[in-house]
């Protein structure tokens, strides 16, 4: 008897534990049947906005994309790394990156040259002297590129600056109501959506996925510099690195940064004056003359007649 109810719980431990295996093959199955159906709905719902982008979007931006991308591989790339760098500053217009730009170059002083040779020997009926234009035309066409990148870059800059004084202010109300740098980076982030606010959401998202903190906040000096926020993040580092208060760093730092921006204001007034006497000398005073003097005119060629 007892031999049989051994077998007997030996047969019912087998079914249970065969039972139990069953239901967690099962439970993987399902949950790889999950996965797979999400892959597969967002691959369907991307597949779905795709298709629903412009078709400008969908097809004329990367055909463009790949052919700069071409024509950037055809020129030279000495100075690539700081190309990659203004890029950088920029933000990445329209997600150009180096081997972009150089292709952009490329083309615009192609088409601009042969634009501006065609409408030249149409005029001039000169071969010669339409091809010499073109080649002076394609230095200037070569060069456009360059010269929005640079006015990109100086707006940008100039945008970080400005919004950082407010930044400022926020960070240190932040860290007063205790919050660490990364969260009060993070609050920054959601309440603004200018280029600081995006820079520190940036920021934030290299720390989430590894970066160290002071990593992060050197990638961020480099991808603005801005004077002013490089000098407030080498203050920060070394007020980590040495234990010193963050707050009174941040406090200081921000009476600090209004003093240098008064300053700076107190300079453009100061140079306001020489810079308003030039107009003034081409364009109001011979107005001024001409009212002053012009009734005298004809009373002056009448004496000087007689």
Same mark, same amino acid.
């Given at each position: 008897? $007892?031999?049989?109810?051994?077998?007997?719980?030996? *047969?019912? &431990?087998? %079914? +249970? #534990? =065969?039972?139990?295996?069953?239901? /967690?093959?099962?439970?993987?199955?399902?949950?790889?049947?999950?996965?797979?159906?999400?892959?597969?709905?967002?691959?369907?719902?991307?597949?779905?906005?795709?298709?629903?982008?412009?078709?400008?979007?969908?097809?004329?931006?990367?055909?463009?994309?790949?052919?700069?991308?071409?024509?950037?591989?055809?020129?030279?790339?000495?100075?690539?790394?700081?190309?990659?760098?203004?890029?950088?500053?920029?933000?990445?217009?329209?997600?150009?990156?180096?081997?972009?730009?150089?292709?952009?170059?490329?083309?615009?002083?192609?088409?601009?040259?042969?634009?501006?040779?065609?409408?030249?020997? $149409?005029?001039?009926?000169?071969?010669?002297?339409? *091809?010499? &234009?073109? %080649? +002076? #035309? =394609?230095?200037?066409?070569?060069? /456009?590129?360059?010269?929005?990148?640079?006015?990109?870059?100086?707006?940008?800059?100039?945008?970080?600056?400005?919004?950082?004084?407010?930044?400022?202010?926020?960070?240190?109300?932040?860290?007063?109501?205790?919050?660490?740098?990364?969260?009060?980076?993070?609050?920054?982030?959601?309440?603004?959506?200018?280029?600081?606010?995006?820079?520190?959401?940036?920021?934030?998202?290299?720390?989430?996925?590894?970066?160290?903190?002071?990593?992060?906040?050197?990638?961020?000096?480099?991808?603005?510099?801005?004077?002013?926020?490089?000098?407030?993040?080498?203050?920060?580092?070394?007020?980590?690195?040495?234990?010193?208060?963050?707050?009174?760093?941040?406090?200081?730092?921000?009476?600090?940064?209004?003093?240098?921006?008064?300053?700076?204001?107190?300079?453009?007034?100061?140079?306001?004056?020489?810079?308003?006497?030039?107009?003034?000398?081409?364009?109001?005073?011979?107005?001024?003359?001409?009212?002053?003097?012009?009734?005298?005119?004809?009373?002056?060629?009448?004496?000087?007649?007689?």
């Amino acid at each position: 008897m $007892s031999m049989n109810m051994f077998w007997i719980a030996e *047969l019912v &431990a087998l %079914a +249970v #534990g =065969a039972f139990w295996v069953g239901l /967690l093959m099962q439970r993987q199955d399902r949950q790889a049947e999950q996965r797979l159906e999400q892959v597969v709905a967002g691959h369907l719902v991307a597949t779905s906005m795709e298709l629903q982008a412009p078709f400008v979007q969908r097809v004329l931006q990367p055909m463009l994309q790949q052919l700069l991308r071409r024509l950037g591989g055809l020129s030279p790339s000495g100075n690539i790394d700081k190309l990659r760098r203004e890029l950088l500053i920029a933000g990445s217009p329209y997600g150009l990156d180096a081997l972009d730009f150089l292709g952009l170059r490329i083309l615009v002083a192609t088409l601009g040259t042969i634009g501006l040779t065609v409408i030249l020997a $149409s005029v001039t009926k000169s071969l010669v002297q339409s *091809l010499l &234009a073109g %080649a +002076v #035309g =394609a230095i200037f066409f070569s060069e /456009l590129p360059n010269f929005w990148l640079r006015g990109l870059t100086k707006r940008r800059r100039k945008a970080v600056y400005l919004a950082l004084p407010d930044a400022l202010d926020m960070l240190t109300v932040c860290i007063d109501a205790g919050l660490g740098l990364e969260s009060a980076f993070m609050r920054i982030g959601q309440s603004w959506d200018h280029d600081l606010a995006r820079e520190f959401r940036r920021a934030v998202m290299e720390m989430g996925v590894g970066v160290s903190w002071r990593e992060a906040m050197r990638n961020l000096v480099y991808r603005t510099d801005v004077p002013e926020l490089s000098s407030l993040v080498a203050v920060l580092l070394q007020a980590d690195q040495l234990g010193f208060s963050i707050s009174d760093t941040l406090h200081a730092q921000a009476d600090q940064l209004r003093t240098r921006r008064r300053q700076k204001a107190q300079e453009v007034a100061r140079a306001a004056p020489l810079k308003m006497l030039f107009p003034m000398v081409i364009f109001i005073m011979p107005a001024t003359f001409a009212v002053i003097l012009g009734p005298a005119i004809p009373m002056i060629m009448e004496s000087f007649g007689q």
